[in-house]
């Protein structure tokens, strides 16, 4: 064997032994199990088989044995705990340190009545009925008290109940098991063995719906602010109780104990963070108020409120509010709200506001809002306002608006609004689109209608300079152009932009007619040093168009059209400048310019689509 090869065996071995030591080491004393054959035996003997069985030592005062009953005992493979409850009852309790198990005689039980303990201790195992697994994390409780406790890593419990009754029901409820449910006596102490039965899963249940039930009773939500012990009860627990009111300081530390995500209140009041079933009257929290459950009235939290139920009535938060069902009522955050479903009601936040379901009232946030689905409602953001699928109502952002399905109302932005199918609207900002329209109204700078609306380009003469392209864009009630126009001269080359807005008097098949003012301003060019005088010269001009259409793309355009000119003195020279003659109407020269109104019209050819 190499030397390689000795190392890897040796080092197998070592790891093997540590194993073993490392897992023996972590199982106390006190869960080693036993097997015994004993009658009649006197308590020292007893200790003594159970020390030569696991190699366990007790260390106890020889004197506790004193009075001690003989053992009689017939068990196989039971843990030395069990065991010890078998032999003294309640008599003796006992302490597992690393190997050693201390022994100490139990304090007589104190009696608040003749035969009525003031407390009854409650331990034993929990077991899975079909593979006899010890159950760790399985909850006990007592239903009227509210005391509850889990099961440890090995299945084992103890829970102190305090009761006025001759009996008691403990109940045994783990996930993924048939809850159950055990009369006791009231009396000093009882040792039980549990077996609980594994649930039988429907394997017809859509596995979409078993997501949906689990999600709504999951303990996910703010598990970062609530114990893990008390997530558990609560994912463990399909039982709920209710209560007419509560007090807590945090989590666990309250009337409902740790059984307090099952209980639903009345009225709750928590001091710094509250973790209840639901609340169905009013809550106020000093920093956090946490549901799993519904709702109502009114709740308020210092800085935050989280629900997994139904928000019915209002909501205040310092910060945020969650709710992941839907609300009807009013959402105030000084930050934020966030709703999963639908909104029925109003929400104002300083920044934001998301509902990702079905939006009926009003959302109010000086950053954004967001809907998810369809929208009965008013939205005004102080930069944007974005809704996933339809939109009726208004919405006003100082930036930017977005509908991306079906929008009915108006979008009034400062810069820019988008929207998919438009019925019935307005659009009004300094860009607007959308992806097709019916009775569209789109007022800005720049308006785009991708499929539908009114688009055409159109290349014409005019009586003042030769050459004219027009691009028209927006929707036949309202439409934006630009336009830019060239003439040549030898000596003095001149050209003009503008751009006006229009709309469309009538369609009758091939035939339409339309109304259009635009600005413009007129630029030449001054000898070598090529300079632009801007500003210079500048006009505006009506027009009224009748066109028809010649093929399936293609119309022929003819104008009338009025302008409105004012020329530096000193700068183009009007006569010099015109194609056709135009009909001045109006000439005067005052403070160094010349002004004119002229009649003319536009002879040119469209391309649609």
């Not at 003009?496 to 009538?506: A, S």
Request: proline share 3%; aromatic share 10%; charged share 15%.
């Amino acid at each position: 064997m190499t030397t390689k090869s000795r190392f890897f065996v040796l080092f197998v071995f070592v790891m093997s032994f540590y194993s073993i030591c490392y897992s023996q080491k972590s199982l106390p004393a006190t869960e080693k199990t036993v097997s015994l054959h004993l009658a009649q035996s006197t308590p020292a003997q007893f200790l003594k088989q159970i020390s030569q069985q696991t190699n366990v030592l007790f260390s106890y005062n020889p004197k506790i044995l004193v009075g001690l009953p003989l053992v009689t005992i017939d068990a196989k493979n039971i843990s030395i705990q069990e065991a010890l409850y078998k032999a003294f009852g309640n008599q003796v309790k006992q302490k597992a340190r690393g190997n050693y198990i201390i022994l100490q005689r139990q304090a007589s039980a104190p009696q608040e009545a003749e035969n009525h303990p003031a407390k009854c201790l409650i331990q034993g195992y929990i077991f899975a009925k079909d593979t006899q697994e010890k159950l760790p994390k399985t909850s006990i409780y007592e239903k009227t008290t509210l005391h509850a406790t889990l099961s440890n890593e090995h299945g084992y419990f103890q829970i102190v109940v305090e009761s006025s009754e001759p009996e008691i029901t403990l109940s045994f409820a783990k996930a993924g098991y048939v809850f159950q449910s055990t009369a006791l006596a009231y009396q000093n102490t009882h040792f039980l063995n549990i077996q609980l039965e594994p649930k039988v899963i429907l394997q017809n249940i859509p596995s979409q719906d078993i997501a949906k039930v689990n999600a709504v009773e999951s303990p996910r939500l703010v598990r970062f602010l609530i114990p893990n012990a008390q997530a558990i009860h609560t994912e463990n627990l399909r039982e709920k109780f209710f209560r007419k009111a509560q007090i807590s300081f945090l989590p666990m530390l309250g009337t409902n104990h740790v059984l307090s995500g099952r209980v639903d209140n009345k009225i709750s009041f928590n001091a710094l963070i509250g973790y209840n079933g639901g609340v169905s009257k009013f809550e106020v929290g000093g920093l956090v108020n946490i549901n799993k459950g519904n709702v109502g009235k009114v709740q308020i939290g210092g800085l935050a409120n989280m629900v997994a139920g139904k928000v019915r009535g209002v909501q205040i938060g310092g910060l945020v509010n969650v709710a992941l069902d839907s609300t009807s009522g009013v959402q105030m955050g000084g930050l934020a709200n966030f709703n999963y479903k639908n909104l029925r009601g109003v929400q104002v936040a300083g920044m934001m506001n998301v509902a990702w379901g079905r939006v009926e009232g009003v959302q109010v946030a000086g950053l954004l809002n967001v809907a998810g689905k369809t929208q009965n409602a008013w939205q005004i953001g102080g930069l944007a306002n974005f809704n996933y699928k339809n939109l009726r109502g208004v919405q006003v952002a100082g930036m930017m608006n977005v509908a991306w399905g079906r929008a009915e109302g108006v979008q009034v932005a400062g810069l820019l609004n988008v929207a998919g199918k438009i019925q019935n609207a307005w659009q009004i900002g300094l860009f607007n689109y959308a992806d097709s329209a019916n009775h569209l109204k789109q007022i800005g700078l720049v308006n785009i209608v991708r499929h539908g609306g009114y688009k055409n380009i159109e290349l014409a003469i005019q009586e003042t300079l030769a050459t004219t392209l027009t691009i028209r864009s927006g929707t036949p009630y309202f439409y934006t152009l630009a336009h830019i126009g060239i003439r040549a001269y030898p000596a003095r080359p001149f050209w003009h932009y503008g751009y006006g807005f229009g709309c469309r008097i009538f369609k009758r098949r091939a035939w339409e007619s339309n109304t259009e003012i635009m600005a413009y301003q007129l630029l030449r060019t001054l000898g070598k040093a090529n300079n632009l005088r801007v500003f210079e010269n500048f006009g505006a001009r009506y027009q009224l168009y009748l066109s028809k259409d010649i093929a399936k793309h293609f119309a022929v355009a003819l104008a009338f059209a009025c302008d409105f000119l004012s020329l530096h003195t000193k700068g183009l020279d009007y006569e010099q400048a015109k194609t056709l003659s135009p009909i001045i109407v109006y000439n005067k020269t005052a403070y160094e310019r010349d002004w004119h109104i002229a009649l003319g019209g536009n002879l040119g050819i469209r391309y649609k689509w």
